[in-house]
């Protein structure tokens, strides 16, 4: 079976084209299940999508009592989906649904991820694009693992998504953690069109928030940033009291200053220090929070998997 995992919130116009579109890009023999993932809408979008399912159409509603996210309602459709491999998309028909089989082929060809990376979208302005690769430029400035520009739009392996919900975070950024596995990927470039119906939901507001999810969800680069700006500062003043210390001795300073100057200095440097100390051991406490597995095994001799599994049947 093929699960498809589409998030929507108050998507009520795109529920049945979306639906239609799927079932017209895929063989009618192949199984499949669709997943409306309605994340606190407040329209008929839940009700668009049970008229689906009372006319005989594989679809499945999970629905939120609130708006918990889009990353959110990726991660609930993951853990109900039931196929061997999944593919999530947008419910605007941004992520068209015509490349499905494209998706499938790579799947089939040994790729345990099929990224789609979207090269422009069709009927957005400049400071829309702008905006978009600003955010991909930071956060993998600042993130431990790269990620590509591009969207949700992927089909995950039934092995990475069981590696996938592994992850513990409260506020997880799917793209990372799928990239910061290291499954086999291939990508796939693709230009989106423009949306179809509706409004979307994905303001600067909320893109600079997802901005510094992705950025505290993959790294400690920050923390352990601030330790090393902390000792270039420090270094500097130390730079700088000896400046004073040779003040004195050349009796350039008045009578004062120079105490002054380097108890001030010091204790500065010290925090400096102090404070990048402490930052590194939050970032230990951080990485330890997150319940990331130590290591993911992405390939296992078939005799090495089967004596895996003898000792965890004995316990």
């Excluded at 510094?212 to 969800?217: K, P, R, S, Y």
Aim: hydrophobic share 45%; aromatic share 10%; net charge positive.
């Amino acid at each position: 079976m093929l699960s498809i995992v589409v998030p929507a919130y108050n998507e009520e116009p795109n529920i049945v084209p979306l639906y239609r579109a799927i079932r017209a890009a895929l063989p009618e023999t192949l199984p499949i299940e669709v997943l409306f993932v309605d994340d606190g809408s407040t329209d008929k979008t839940a009700e668009q999508v049970r008229n689906l399912r009372a006319s005989g159409a594989p679809v499945r509603l999970v629905r939120f009592g609130r708006n918990f996210g889009n990353q959110a309602a990726l991660l609930a459709g993951l853990e109900a989906a039931r196929g061997r491999a999944v593919i999530t998309l947008d419910c605007d028909l941004q992520h068209p649904p015509d490349l499905l089989p494209r998706l499938l082929a790579a799947w089939q060809r040994g790729a345990k991820v099929v990224q789609m990376v979207r090269l422009r979208t069709e009927g957005t302005g400049l400071f829309k694009n702008l905006t978009s690769a600003l955010f991909y430029r930071f956060v993998n400035l600042l993130s431990e693992t790269r990620i590509q520009p591009g969207s949700d739009y992927q089909l995950l392996d039934r092995t990475v998504v069981d590696a996938v919900l592994q992850f513990k975070d409260r506020q997880p950024f799917l793209r990372g953690l799928v990239s910061w596995l290291g499954f086999p990927a291939e990508s796939i470039e693709y230009v989106a069109p423009a949306r179809r119906a509706g409004k979307s939901a994905f303001t600067l507001r909320r893109m600079l928030r997802l901005s510094v999810q992705a950025i505290t969800g993959l790294s400690s680069k920050p923390l352990r940033y601030s330790f090393y700006l902390g000792l270039v500062t420090a270094l500097l003043c130390l730079v700088y009291s000896a400046y004073a210390l040779y003040a004195l001795y050349a009796g350039k300073t008045v009578p004062g200053w120079t105490s002054l100057l380097v108890v001030i200095t010091f204790l500065g440097a010290l925090q400096l220090v102090s404070m990048g100390i402490v930052g590194e051991y939050v970032a230990r406490i951080y990485e330890q929070s997150r319940g990331m597995p130590r290591y993911v095994v992405v390939e296992q001799d078939e005799a090495l998997a089967r004596a895996a599994d003898r000792v965890e049947q004995s316990r």
